[in-house]
């Protein structure tokens, strides 16, 4: 197909789905859909993050939407590429963005068709993705605006003393209260400052960043550096592939001064309570001088994990006997401050293997416990899954945007087990030789590997930066936990009598749900209500990240950085929405914990 072709096709479709959907015309829109197709959307027909599988549950999506969304003026999109073939042969997808117009707000809608010489518009669709983009009640933030930045409350007011009761809220109330300086917290007040939403941060450490410098001192991202691009701040050049996780925290506290965001450090969020009647919170903080303060905002966002919340601690037989120091690995530091000649880490997932490899460059003698498989790749194999964000010619914010139907549920299995498949077969000398030295490999669930065990878990995986070729060599030794009878005072006794020896047991064994962190600070029945926390839920989305929590008010945000980076602007629209008033009843989002269907589910969902 000429890209003429294409574009013609693409215009056609566009008007004919624009002439159906405001006709209610079901006929009409079933025919420019395969019959497995998908809708997947961010905000802009359902104020939250929903998908729909089958064309019979797209359809009914979209004329069960129509009357109070009134999405239209669907068109070509001038800000996106233009319809435009990708790849070739069986695998070739026809992909085109188009704009249009909410009653609250704009929108972008991205499609991919399947070449068809049958169809009158040159394409079978198969997937739709669409993402709110802006909202009616905002304006373009003013670019250096006239004057030094404030008005003065009273003669003689200086700038210094301005900030500091507009830092210090002796005046009203934050419209957002953000729990956690991290990426997630401080994106989400960065782009909730740009919709003119005011937002105190609270974190419970001495500076910005603290998150990620109390961590164990070899930590590295395990991704490259041109897909943990922050908004509105470009890294500097100078910054490596694998960020440490020094520079991470230094980053964090240069983008928090630089966009000005308000942050209490050395501050604890002690909890709240919600009237509904007002619609706020009841917030108790408990500040670096030991004294509270009580504030009442509107909307409360948690970004205070990636994944993860708690610890979680295993009861492990006998680890009580045991004489030596037995930490989590969230505690680990370096291999120095432990003196350690003989070490056992309980686990094989990420953490393990690169405290188990700090140890033993450190001279320690390291037996990693294993005890459930472990999916293991080379990190630049892993790389591969992220190749759009590392060519150079693909922007940021493209490869963002695909992300939004390649996250389609089963759409991103079948593609998470293909590059499982692919990664499998060029990594097999090094999979070859870990199971070899005893490490029990594994596929993930239905042969999906890593990249779904991070949407499932957060853990179960290694992506190999040097430990696997020590493991290889026999440097670090793996013991099936099952050989394990107990912990006794000097290791651990084993099947056979004997008795590993150890100086320190360290507990790589991952996180509680952050269900656990809600239910310490709201009680156990907004917990009840919010559920699981970054699971995939029955649609196949992250539960409760970013969207609609079933507790009004109440918003959760974290992830990876690639992750927070979209799902923070689309977190700040819907509390700016939330604020406005503009979501309506039906498409209020319901406890997990309650009978009640979400508003415009269909019998359709979840077909394929």
Request: with cysteine; glycine share 10%.
């Amino acid at each position: 197909m000429s890209t003429t072709d294409i574009s013609t096709g693409v215009r056609a479709w566009c008007d004919e789905f624009e002439r159906a959907l405001s006709s209610r015309d079901a006929d009409g829109l079933r025919s420019l859909f395969a019959e497995r197709s998908y809708l997947r959307d961010n905000g802009a027909l359902t104020w939250d993050f929903r998908q729909f599988h089958g064309r019979d549950a797209v359809v009914s999506t979209l004329l069960d939407v129509v009357d109070e969304i009134r999405p239209t003026g669907f068109r070509v999109s001038d800000s996106w590429p233009q319809p435009h073939l990708l790849g070739d042969g069986e695998g070739a997808t026809i992909e085109a963005f188009f704009d249009f117009d909410t009653v609250a707000g704009t929108a972008v809608a991205l499609i991919n068709g399947t070449p068809d010489d049958s169809s009158p518009y040159g394409l079978e669709v198969h997937a739709m993705y669409t993402r709110l983009e802006t909202l009616n009640s905002v304006s373009e933030p003013e670019r250096h605006p006239r004057g030094s930045g404030f008005t003065p409350a009273h003669a003689g007011q200086t700038y210094a003393e301005h900030v500091r009761r507009r830092r210090e809220w002796v005046d009203g109330d934050p419209d957002v209260l953000i729990v956690g300086a991290g990426q997630a917290g401080l994106v989400a007040a960065a782009h909730l400052a740009q919709l003119g939403v005011s937002a105190l941060i609270v974190d419970k450490n001495e500076r910005v960043g603290d998150n990620w410098r109390k961590r164990y001192d070899s930590l590295s991202l395990h991704n490259p550096v041109e897909m943990n691009g922050f908004p509105f701040l470009d890294f500097p050049p100078h910054y490596p592939e694998y960020l440490p996780k020094d520079v991470i925290g230094g980053w964090l506290e240069t983008y928090a001064r630089y966009l000005d965001l308000n942050v209490w450090t050395s501050t604890d969020f002690v909890g709240a309570e919600r009237d509904e009647s007002s619609g706020s919170w009841t917030v108790t903080l408990r500040t670096a001088d030991g004294s509270e303060r009580v504030l009442h905002p509107r909307h409360i966002v948690l970004a205070t994990g990636g994944i993860g919340g708690k610890p979680s601690i295993p009861a492990l037989p006998g680890l009580t006997a045991f004489s030596g120091p037995v930490l989590h690995s969230a505690s680990y530091t370096k291999a120095s401050d432990y003196a350690a000649r003989k070490a056992i880490i309980v686990g094989t997932a990420t953490s393990a293997h690169d405290i188990a490899l700090d140890l033993y460059e450190n001279g320690t003698e390291v037996t990693m416990v294993q005890r459930n498989p472990v999916v293991v790749n080379h990190v630049a194999t892993a790389n591969l899954a992220y190749a759009g964000y590392i060519d150079p010619t693909i922007p940021t914010e493209l490869v963002d945007i695909r992300y939004g139907i390649g996250l389609i549920n089963p759409l991103r299995e079948s593609a998470s087990q293909q590059y499982h498949a692919f990664a499998k077969d060029l990594d097999a000398d090094l999979l070859k030789g870990l199971e070899a030295a005893g490490l029990r490999l594994g596929d993930g669930v239905n042969g999906q590997g890593w990249l779904d065990l991070f949407l499932r878990t957060g853990g179960g995986y290694y992506l190999n930066k040097g430990a696997s070729e020590v493991i290889v060599a026999g440097g670090i030794k793996v013991l099936p936990y099952d050989r394990i009878v107990e912990f006794v005072g000097d290791g651990a006794k084993l099947d056979d009598g004997s008795v590993l020896e150890a100086d320190i047991v360290i507990l790589a064994t991952g996180y509680l749900n952050r269900k656990v962190e809600v239910a310490d600070q709201f009680g156990e029945e907004i917990a009840d209500r919010v559920g699981e926390i970054a699971r995939l839920d029955s649609e196949g989305e992250w539960s409760t990240m970013w969207g609609q929590s079933g507790q009004p008010g109440l918003w959760i945000n974290g992830g990876g950085i690639n992750q927070i980076r979209p799902g923070s602007k689309l977190l700040a629209l819907l509390i700016k929405a939330d604020l406005d008033g503009s979501i309506p009843a039906g498409f209020r989002r319901p406890p997990k914990n309650a009978q009640a269907r979400h508003p415009h589910e269909t019998a359709s969902i979840g077909q394929s």
